[in-house]
């Protein structure tokens, strides 16, 4: 099993053909995802190919769903398109959005994201900022390296990318029914909860790991959601206790102001809900591996 991506998942990626889009879409394909077409309105009714697979660029997401029954599309598009990019997924009804750029305006955010709710909620949106969604084995939707981890009974949600690599790689030895990696911008679609809860219904992950960081009260009201509903053990890790106060670090939601959002809040937060906190990475995954073996 898996949350959100599975072998059976068709995906299209928005902005093929630029270079992060080809790059990244080359990476999916070699790890076995299957990608079934691209959107680029400018360059509609032409074919790529990328690994030795002809793929048809079409002008909107609607004309490749229709075309090729694709149920996920990932992003690669420029900031300043990417509002529109987005909307254009919602309006097609795609079950799932996987925003991977960067640097998109808070209020283009904050746009699709109300326009999402305003239709409905019909395509989950995972991002902006965001590393993607993987299941290992089955599908990988975004630029998470394909081959430091397997499949296994770990479900993983992280704001950082980086931490999600390495976390995948610390517990490679168990492996990973999904990770997630929901980005660290100060308004996303899918978050730490949301993720909670698919891995807590999820009958083939035992154990989730949740990786968060300084900024925002999203860990805080996670904690408080894992107290109410979760009922699997779950060990979390925050990154920035040694970051200065009012400083953005990193992500643009990573801002500390006096007490709200730092570590060591959230680490209390966490623990007092049950949470087992490691200090490190490192000591995160050993926590998840003496729970899964014990």
Known sequence: MAIFLN????????????SEGTKHT?????????????????????????????????????????ETGAD???????????????????????PLAVVITEGIPVHDSAYFWAHANATGNKTRIVGPNCPGVISPGKSNAGIIPADITGPG??????????????????LRDIGFSTAVGI????????TH????????????????????EIGGDAEERAADYIKA??????????????APEGKTMGHAGAIVSGSSGTAAAKKEALEA??????????????????????
């Not at 598009?77 to 909307?87: E, W």
């Not at 083939?204 to 790991?209: D, G, H, P, S």
Request: hydrophobic share 45%; glycine share 12%.
């Open 273 to 294: 809900a049950g949470v087992k906190v490691g200090k490190t990475p490192s000591e995160t995954a050993n926590l998840m591996r003496e729970i899964v073996k014990g």
């Open 193 to 212: 909860i949301d993720a909670l809860q698919a891995f807590q219904d999820d009958p083939e992950t035992e154990a989730i790991v949740m990786i968060g």
């Open 153 to 170: 009974k770990i479900g993983l949600v992280s704001k950082s990318g980086t931490l999600t690599y390495q976390m995948m790689y610390e």
């Open 7 to 18: 072998d059976d998942s068709k995906v299209i990626v928005q902005g093929i053909t630029g």
């Open 26 to 66: 080359a990476r999916m394909l070699k790890s076995g995802t299957n990608i079934v077409g691209g959107v680029n309105a400018r360059k509609a009714g032409q074919t790529v190919e990328i690994e030795g697979k002809e793929l048809k660029v079409f002008a909107t997401v609607a004309e490749a769903m229709k």
């Open 72 to 94: 996920v599309s990932v992003l690669f598009v420029p900031p300043k398109f990417a509002k529109d990019a987005v909307v254009e997924a919602i309006d097609a009804e795609i």
């Open 229 to 242: 509903n979760i009922t699997k053990p779950v060990v979390g890790y925050v990154a920035g206790f040694t």
């Open 183 to 190: 980005g660290g911008d100060p308004i996303i679609g899918t």
